[in-house]
Nanobody, 126 residues
Framework: QVQLVESGGGLVQAGGSLRLSCLAS????????MGWLRQAPGKEREFVAG????????YYSDPVKGRFTMSRDTAKNTVYLQMNNLKPEDTAVYYC???????????????????WGQGTQVTVSS
């Protein structure tokens, strides 16, 4: 049984920052690559950021490179997404997700993930 609980979403003005958190239960972050994905109204869910199961790799989609940083705290079984210099285009529901299988170095497509959080709304006003 795996459960991901997200927090930290909200309303922010363009140029502002938010920090999202995802607490994982029944899952070992040292065994699963983790990701953040987002979905805007009327659009497909898209990958945002990922951290490999061993922590060796962090990777980001082009629209957020240089602005977002993903991190993890294995002791707390928690992953984070620090979002800086937010833009209206970042407005979406943000989901935390865990890889479907263990010990895979990279997970990016939505189909790669087997457990999802409930999603948290991020709204960036101009």
């Amino acid at each position: 049984q795996v459960q991901l609980v997200e927090s930290g979403g909200g309303l922010v003005q363009a140029g502002g920052s938010l920090r999202l958190s995802c607490l994982a239960s029944g899952l070992d972050l040292s065994r699963r690559t983790m990701g953040w994905l987002r979905q805007a109204p009327g659009k497909e869910r898209e990958f945002v950021a990922g951290v490999s199961y061993n922590g060796n790799s962090r990777y980001y989609s082009d629209p957020v490179k240089g602005r977002f940083t993903m991190s993890r705290d294995t002791a707390k079984n928690t992953v984070y997404l620090q979002m800086n210099n937010l833009k209206p285009e970042d407005t979406a529901v943000y989901y935390c997700a865990a890889d479907r299988i263990v010990y895979r170095s990279r997970a990016q497509a939505p189909r790669d993930f087997g457990t999802w959080g409930q999603g948290t709304q991020v709204t960036v006003s101009s």
